[in-house]
């Protein structure tokens, strides 16, 4: 049994083979059709197809006018991509506290961290649970403040209804190999602006805008650049593996549901262990499996005895020097940080598989 599974479908596989036959591996009309995928098939608002989820917070970041001397609030309880692409723009990650069993940014905890220098919010959907966005959204608007969503674990996920993808000015998701939906190494960034989302493509490739700065004569496309942009699209290779991949999401969704939905109610009321928070008001993608556990060591050490691997998957990144150091006023990270841990949810796991975990998580630690 393993802890993560990446989801390769033979028709990933035929459309990767027929684009490398083309000759065209470079961002081109498949970049374009993945684009137009996401948007009808998942009803993501203006997707930006990028080579990396991380290089969609960057970008979400960029156009969103960050720069150097600003403020982003955002959870600590996150991959430590989320608080580097702040970095990478000047500006400095204010880390605001957790609700201890969502894992997710509290609304609540922001108003405090906000100063003359703030610019944007950047919640962290952990696990693929949505996070409290009317709050947080309701919050930025009152101190006209860009959230950019960081949805890497959250694909498919749904909020009051709505997809998240189309809740947010930016909404960033990762289709790294272990995703939900991989493209190999992949992103998206979705704008729910039309400007901002004729930026995002301008600035994905360098800030040269691939439809309106035609070639010349010469062979080079005219362009003057007035803003910096990066290398940052993702490839017709890529988006062939995400085209393939993109019928089977449903299934792997719900294969993910199932599995939590048992977890859910074969765990429930187990000494030293306690379940994160379920709302009906939104559905989670499940990526992640969290449990809040009392001497996880003995944990961890118990289940890697009975053959089921666990994982923290992150731990809090304000930790890391280069992001400040621990914050002592996060009460509730601290807390969810020292309890914390994840079984395995993926679709490579068969019925016995799960009744295995469940089984070893019963025999107790």
């Known amino acids: 049994m393993n802890f993560f599974h990446t989801r390769i479908s033979p028709q990933a596989i035929e459309f990767a083979q027929a684009a490398l036959s083309s000759g065209f591996v470079s961002e081109g009309k498949l970049v374009r059709q993945f684009e137009g995928e996401l ?3 998942l009803g993501l608002i203006g997707p930006v197809a990028l080579n990396s989820g991380s290089s969609a917070l960057h970008l979400g970041l960029v156009v969103a006018g960050v720069g150097a001397g600003d403020e982003v609030i955002l959870p600590a309880q996150t991959f430590v991509a989320s608080g580097l692409s702040i970095v990478m723009c000047g500006a400095k990650p204010v880390f605001a506290d957790i ?3 969502s894992g997710n940014l509290d609304p609540g905890a922001i108003r405090a961290k906000i100063t003359p220098r703030t610019k944007a919010i950047m919640p962290v959907h952990w696990g693929g649970y949505p996070c409290d966005m009317d709050e ?8 006209g403040l860009a959230v950019i969503e960081d949805a890497a674990h959250a694909l498919g996920a749904t909020y009051k209804g709505r997809p998240v993808g189309a809740l947010s000015r930016f909404t960033a998701f990762s289709f790294q190999a272990i995703k939900h939906l991989t493209t190999g190494d992949g992103g998206a960034l979705c704008c729910l602006g039309d400007a901002d989302r004729e930026e995002a493509r301008r600035r994905r490739w360098f800030g040269i805008d691939r439809v309106r700065d035609v070639a010349t004569i010469l062979g080079e496309r005219e362009y003057d650049l007035e803003t910096v942009g990066f290398k940052y699209h993702l490839n017709d290779v890529a988006a062939a593996i995400g085209l393939g991949n993109l019928p ?3 299934l792997a969704l ?6 939590a939905a048992r977890y ?8 030293g262990l306690d379940l994160l928070e379920c709302r009906p008001d939104r ?3 499940w990526w992640l499996f969290t449990v809040l556990v009392e001497r996880r060591e003995d944990f961890v050490r118990a289940l890697s005895g009975r053959d089921v691997p666990t994982s923290v998957v992150h731990l809090r990144i304000d930790r890391n020097r280069v992001l400040g150091g621990v914050q002592s006023d996060l009460v509730n990270q601290g807390w969810f ?3 914390q841990v994840a079984l395995p949810v993926h679709v490579g796991l068969c019925d016995e598989d799960v009744e295995q975990v469940i089984c070893a998580v019963r025999a107790g630690w």
């Open 136 to 143: 947080l959204n309701a919050v930025a608007g009152e101190h």
């Open 39 to 41: 948007s009808s098939q």
């Open 283 to 285: 559905n989670g993608s």
């Open 99 to 101: 609700q201890r069993y």
């Open 254 to 259: 719900a294969r993910h549901r199932a599995i």
């Open 337 to 339: 940080n020292d309890r």
């Open 248 to 250: 089977g999401l449903p």
């Open 264 to 271: 859910r109610n074969e765990l429930r009321s187990i000494p």
